[in-house]
Nanobody, 119 residues
Framework: QVHLVESGGGLVQAGGSLRLSCAVS????????MGWFSQAPGKEREFVAA????????YYADSVKGRFTISRDNAKNTVYLQMNSLKPEDTAVYYC????????????WGQGTQVTVSS
């Protein structure tokens, strides 16, 4: 069984920064593609960023390009989302997810961490 636990969310003023972490249990973390998603109140969950398992290729939603950075530390079984220049519209619950087949279908999800950006 694979478990994902996010941390690092909180309340920050617009223009500030947060770093989210996602700790993943399981021996095959390094073979998973990992992603971050967000869900704002009353809205559907949407893609934020992803990182491949092999060469660490990264992908971002247009809304966060240049502000957010996804990275991973396979030795620590952890994926990160560095969030800079935060905007009130970034307010959401952020989830990390694992894609074991590299097929853009995410098999495992964390419980989410709240990010609130005040204006």
């Amino acid at each position: 069984q694979v478990h994902l636990v996010e941390s690092g969310g909180g309340l920050v003023q617009a223009g500030g920064s947060l770093r989210l972490s996602c700790a993943v249990s399981g021996r095959t973390f390094s073979s998973y593609a990992m992603g971050w998603f967000s869900q704002a109140p009353g809205k559907e969950r949407e893609f934020v960023a992803a990182i491949s398992w092999s060469i660490g290729s990264t992908y971002y939603a247009d809304s966060v390009k240049g502000r957010f950075t996804i990275s991973r530390d396979n030795a620590k079984n952890t994926v990160y989302l560095q969030m800079n220049s935060l905007k009130p519209e970034d307010t959401a619950v952020y989830y990390c997810a694992a894609d074991k087949a590299g097929s853009d279908v995410y098999d495992y999800w964390g419980q989410g961490t709240q990010v609130t950006v005040s204006s």
